[in-house]
């Protein structure tokens, strides 16, 4: 694995590689890392279904369905993609911790305060909390503020449709990977060390992203 070893990830070889290499690698290394939790998902619930806990209603066995294979693989944006992850334990905090977070009257205080919880859930190492900040500040914000963007919206229509569909999915992949890095890593040298190898480049692309959403929501494309 390219970050979870001492060999690979923190070798000057690998700084010596071409950007987009490292880039890519880091990519890789995260859905192959993803493949270890999806696997032992698949297995739980194939034993689980041969005991018929999966059970749920004529023909459908579907009762402890936890991950979305085709969906993951196909998602053109952030909240799709968590939608098909660990389903069970999304169902679970939405309906004990965010649903209950009601009186707060505000959604986005709501799903920080669930992310935090998810957070405490998994441990106190640093990584854990930087990963569902980063889930929550790219599908939260950045994403639902984007489909307000007008900026984007106008070049995205200058554009042929496959070719934005396919930067989409490109882009979720590149995401996924680099907000899997501190799930992966837990401690603050190692996670900046990965991110500085390819220049931040995934949080300055969110970042210009989120300040862009602020300059040009909502506002009325000119015309000539």
């Given at each position: 694995?390219?970050?979870?070893?001492?060999?690979t990830?923190?070798?000057?070889?690998?700084?010596?590689?071409?950007?987009?290499?490292?880039?890519?690698?880091?990519?890789?290394?995260?859905?192959?890392?993803?493949?270890?939790?999806?696997?032992?998902?698949?297995?739980?619930?194939?034993?689980?279904?041969?005991?018929?806990?999966?059970?749920?209603?004529?023909?459908?066995?579907?009762?402890?369905?936890?991950?979305?294979?085709?969906?993951?693989?196909?998602?053109?944006?952030?909240?799709?993609?968590?939608?098909?992850?660990?389903?069970?334990?999304?169902?679970?905090?939405?309906k004990?911790?965010?649903?209950?977070?009601?009186?707060?009257?505000?959604?986005?205080l709501?799903?920080?305060?669930?992310?935090?919880?998810?957070?405490?859930?998994?441990?106190?190492?640093?990584?854990?909390?930087?990963?569902?900040?980063?889930?929550?500040?790219?599908?939260?914000?950045?994403?639902?503020?984007?489909?307000?963007?007008?900026?984007?919206?106008?070049?995205?229509?200058?554009?042929?449709?496959?070719?934005?569909?396919?930067?989409?999915?490109?882009?979720?992949?590149?995401?996924?990977?680099?907000?899997?890095?501190?799930?992966?890593?837990?401690?603050?040298?190692?996670?900046?060390?990965?991110?500085?190898?390819?220049?931040?480049?995934?949080?300055?692309?969110?970042?210009?992203?989120?300040?862009?959403?602020?300059?040009?929501?909502?506002?009325?494309?000119?015309?000539?």
């Open positions: 694995a390219v970050v979870s070893t001492q060999s990830g923190f070798s000057h070889q690998f700084m010596e590689i071409h950007f987009v290499l490292r880039l890519l690698y880091i990519t890789l290394w995260g859905y192959f890392n993803l493949y270890r939790y999806m696997a032992v998902w698949c297995v739980a619930e194939s034993t689980c279904m041969y005991m018929g806990y999966t059970y749920n209603g004529p023909d459908r066995w579907d009762a402890l369905y936890n991950f979305g294979n085709t969906a993951f693989h196909c998602s053109l944006s952030v909240q799709s993609l968590i939608d098909t992850w660990n389903i069970r334990t999304s169902a679970w905090c939405a004990h911790i965010y649903k209950r977070c009601k009186f707060l009257g505000n959604k986005t709501s799903q920080l305060l669930t992310m935090l919880f998810l957070a405490l859930w998994h441990g106190v190492h640093f990584g854990y909390f930087l990963f569902f900040f980063q889930e929550f500040l790219y599908g939260m914000v950045m994403e639902k503020g984007a489909a307000n963007n007008t900026l984007l919206q106008e070049i995205a229509s200058t554009l042929p449709p496959k070719l934005v569909t396919f930067s989409r999915w490109i882009f979720i992949k590149v995401f996924m990977s680099f907000t899997f890095v501190p799930f992966e890593l837990y401690f603050f040298s190692k996670i900046m060390h990965i991110y500085g190898s390819v220049y931040y480049c995934v949080p300055i692309v969110s970042a210009i992203i989120i300040t862009s959403n602020v300059v040009f929501a909502g506002k009325t494309a000119k015309t000539e």
